[in-house]
């Protein structure tokens, strides 16, 4: 894993939030709800990309389609797919980038991300708005935690060891960040999806 805090300056943050207002225009945040039972996470979701990252009764999946509008994904942005490539140096870019939207008291129980096919490819997250706290574990569920505050501009890369781990965000801190003008957090990740190229 690598933690590099406060990567974004404040101008390139803000340039963001204008990018991601734009996104959420085209493809409006929607409530993912769990499989089987169909409990509505409390995180809103939307995607840029090829594909993009849903949950419903059916299960989790990636599909080239948002859920409630049936449109296509609109495209990452290139300022996105640009730090992408500075900061992993992957070879292949990103196909999708799952955009969560916290209001102050949303959380995210831990979890491993494993619906790709592809897991040599990192996980590139960007932290926007309000503090969190995010805990990151290990392979197994009963493994030790260990918890980082994310702030906003931090990028965590999530690769090897770690890109299996379980991980979570278990509280907001409203009022910590001036960047949205609501209370909250944004949270990006962008991830290759398939194993071909
Ligand atoms: C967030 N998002 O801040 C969190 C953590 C998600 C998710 O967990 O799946 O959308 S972003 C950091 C992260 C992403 C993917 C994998 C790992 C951490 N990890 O294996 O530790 O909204
Ligand atoms: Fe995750």
Not at 52 to 64: I, L
Not at 110 to 123: G, K, T
Not at 159 to 164: F, H, K, P, T
Not at 174 to 180: A, C, I, K, R, Y
């Amino acid at each position: 894993m690598q933690y590099l805090s406060g990567y974004l300056d404040e101008a390139a943050q803000q340039a963001l939030v204008v990018e991601i207002r734009a996104l959420v225009a085209k493809a409006p945040l929607f409530t993912p709800t769990m499989p089987r039972w169909g409990r509505p996470f409390s995180v809103r979701m939307s995607n840029c990309g090829p594909l993009g990252w849903v949950s419903d009764k059916s299960g989790y999946r990636y599909q080239a389609t948002h859920p409630v509008t049936a449109e296509p994904w609109p495209p990452i942005p290139q300022s996105l797919l640009d730090l992408w490539d500075v900061t992993t140096g992957y070879p292949l870019p990103p196909e999708a980038c799952l955009i969560n939207y916290y209001h102050p008291d949303a959380k995210m129980g831990l979890h491993v991300d494993n619906d790709e096919e592809d897991f040599d490819a990192p996980i590139l997250s960007v932290s926007l708005g309000d503090d969190a706290r995010f805990r990151l574990g290990g392979r197994e569920r009963k493994d030790s935690t260990e918890s980082y505050i994310l702030r906003s501009g931090d990028i965590f890369i999530l690769d090897e060891e770690d890109r299996l781990a379980y991980h979570g965000i278990d509280r907001i801190y409203p009022g910590t960040s001036m960047l949205l003008k609501e209370a909250g957090r944004i949270n990006l990740t962008m991830r290759r999806v398939t194993r071909d190229c």
